[in-house]
Nanobody
Framework: VQLVESGGGLVQAGGSLRLSCAASGTTFTITAMGWYRQAPGKQRELVAGTSSVGGGTNYAESVKGRFTISRDNAKNTMYLQMNSLKPEDTAVYYC?????????????????WGQGTQVTVSS
């Protein structure tokens, strides 16, 4: 599985951006996808996630009501719509996928990361 993000950039506080993550390869084995972010000097944190089974979603408290995660399975693409952006949302945003397969040793999970896309929110 390969993941390629796009859509980052510079925006003023209160503005919006939409990030995209295009997946390729054996995408039919992906069980979950999500967006993480990492600001300078901070640990990488989960922003939003979505499950391939049932389509459930979850969000970090700091982005609830402002960000929306979605997937277009026909295009193998995941999105993160970010509204009402704040300077504290400034970070590198990473696309993440978990691929699950059944092997002779049982169920195995593998993680994949995109290269990241910079989001900068000016005050």
């Amino acid at each position: 599985v390969q993941l390629v993000e796009s859509g980052g950039g510079l925006v003023q506080a209160g503005g919006s951006l939409r990030l995209s993550c295009a997946a390729s390869g054996t995408t039919f084995t992906i069980t979950a996808m999500g967006w993480y972010r990492q600001a300078p000097g901070k640990q990488r944190e989960l922003v939003a996630g979505t499950s391939s089974v049932g389509g459930g979603t979850n969000y970090a408290e700091s982005v609830k009501g402002r960000f929306t995660i979605s997937r277009d399975n026909a295009k193998n693409t995941m999105y993160l719509q970010m509204n009402s952006l704040k300077p504290e949302d400034t970070a590198v945003y990473y696309c993440h996928a978990v691929r699950g397969i059944i092997t002779t040793e049982g169920f195995q999970e593998y993680e994949y990361w995109g290269q990241g896309t910079q989001v900068t929110v000016s005050s």
